[in-house]
C-alpha cells in the first residue's frame, strides 16, 4: 500500500510542470533499524507479524528494515544444501540479528552420532554381559575381563549420552538466531 503511494506521488512530481512539493521518505515513526544477516549470502528469508500470517519482506543475505518493538517469525527458504525452518524472535531496539541456518551436512552429523551411539550401547552391553558372566569370582585377578567391562561400561555410557544428543541434532529445522543490540551513534 505505501509502495503504491509512492509510485502515485512520484508519478505526479514528474509529470507536474512545477514540482514545488518535495517528497520526504524515511522510516516511520517509533520504528528503529534492524539489520537482519545471514551467515550464507544466499540463504533467502521471510519476515511475518504472526507464525501463519504472510510474509511482509522477502530478503537474501543481509537486509536492513525499519521495524517496531514486538514479535517477528523469520523462515528460511528450503534449498538443496539449507532446510527450510521457522523461529521467532523478538526486537525492542535497534538490533542485528544473525541467522545460522541449518544444513543437512548438521542432520547427517546428527544422524551418523545418533546411530554410533546405539552402536556403542549395544556392544557395550554385549561387553558388559559377556563379561559379567566370568566375574563371579571363580578366577581372582582376572586383569584382561576387568579391562574389557570397563571399557564396555565406558562404551555404554559414551553411547547413551551420544545418542539423544544425535538424534536431537538430525530433528532440528529451526534456524538458530542471535539477536544482539546496535551500539548508539556517537554524537
Known sequence: ?????????????LLSRTA?????????????PVVLHASDPNVSF????????PPFVACQGECVLPLFEGDYFLKIDETKNII???????????????IEPRTHDDR??????GGLGIGLLVLGTVGMVA????IDGERENDKGEAALFAVSFFGF???????PI??????????????????PAPR
Open 157 to 163: 555410557v559414551g553411547g547413551a549420552v551420544l545418542t
Open 84 to 98: 527450510g525452518g521457522k523461529r521467532r524472535f523478538k526486537v525492542d531496539a535497534p538490533s542485528e540479528v544473525s
Open 20 to 32: 514545488s512539493a518535495q517528497v520526504a521518505w524515511g522510516p516511520p515513526p517509533g520504528s528503529f
Open 108 to 113: 547427517a552429523t546428527g544422524q551418523l552420532m
Open 46 to 53: 521471510t519476515l511475518a507479524h504472526d507464525k501463519d500470517s
Open 1 to 13: 500500500m505505501a509502495g503504491r503511494a509512492l509510485l502515485m506521488a512520484t508519478a505526479a512530481l
Open 131 to 134: 563379561t559379567g558372566i566370568h
Open 166 to 183: 544425535g538424534w536431537v541434532k538430525a530433528g532440528r529445522a529451526a534456524p538458530v538466531l542471535s539477536v544482539t543490540p546496535l551500539a
